[in-house]
């Protein structure tokens, strides 16, 4: 209660996570930031990841549907139930490399990609979102990392509800599984 208020407060806690971008077409796994990612609750941006792909913000306690948002790639649902503690969500994948924005890594992406290929930061035509390792340079590892999401399309990705990890024991959030939902 706020004092002489007679107004209860409820409390909020922080979830933390870091999304990276998806080394496989299922986004099971990812090590590079995904940088600029927005964090939703109902449409209204909450976080944006920072240039690690951290991000942070508040939640009371309950059950929530995020998704997560990556202007390149496909938007991700992350299910988290929110105790009596924070929450670290850990690794959170999304899938990159959607340069053209139409819903499917294919040979488009492909074609943007040869075009500015061997460009590096400082030079006209470098586009630091199709730097997929943060190296500051369009490359060969570049081009692998993104020949491992070529083919995938557009859908929500979920974390699989069957199962659950407990955190301390205030606070749980889904395993990773594969998306339910079928192509567009």
């Known amino acids: 209660?706020?004092?002489?208020?007679?107004?209860?407060?409820?409390?909020?806690?922080?979830?933390?996570?870091?999304?990276?971008l998806a080394a496989d077409r299922a986004a099971t796994k990812g090590t590079h930031a995904a940088i600029g990612a927005d964090i939703l609750?109902?449409?209204?941006?909450?976080?944006?990841?920072?240039?690690?792909?951290?991000?942070?913000?508040?939640?009371?306690?309950?059950?929530?549907?995020?998704?997560?948002?990556?202007?390149?790639?496909?938007?991700?649902?992350?299910?988290?139930?929110?105790?009596?503690?924070?929450?670290?969500?850990?690794?959170?994948?999304?899938?990159?490399?959607?340069?053209?924005?139409?819903?499917?890594?294919?040979?488009?992406?492909y074609y943007m990609f040869k075009l500015i290929f061997g460009t590096h930061q400082g030079l006209a035509g470098y586009l630091s979102y199709v730097d997929m390792n943060h190296d500051g340079m369009i490359n060969t590892r570049d081009m692998i990392f993104c020949g491992a999401v070529y083919g995938a399309a557009s859908r929500q990705f979920c974390l699989h509800t069957a199962g659950h990890s407990v955190i301390g024991a205030a606070a749980r959030i889904y395993k990773w599984g594969h998306p339910r939902s079928k192509s567009i």
């Open 41 to 109: 609750l109902n449409g209204y941006t909450l976080a944006t990841t920072d240039e690690k792909g951290n991000f942070s913000l508040q939640l009371k306690s309950g059950t929530y549907a995020l998704t997560v948002r990556y202007a390149y790639g496909f938007s991700r649902t992350l299910y988290v139930v929110v105790s009596d503690r924070d929450l670290q969500c850990g690794s959170v994948p999304v899938i990159g490399c959607d340069w053209n924005k139409d819903g499917k890594i294919d040979d488009q992406d």
């Open 1 to 20: 209660m706020l004092p002489g208020s007679g107004t209860a407060v409820e409390e909020t806690h922080t979830v933390t996570g870091t999304v990276v």
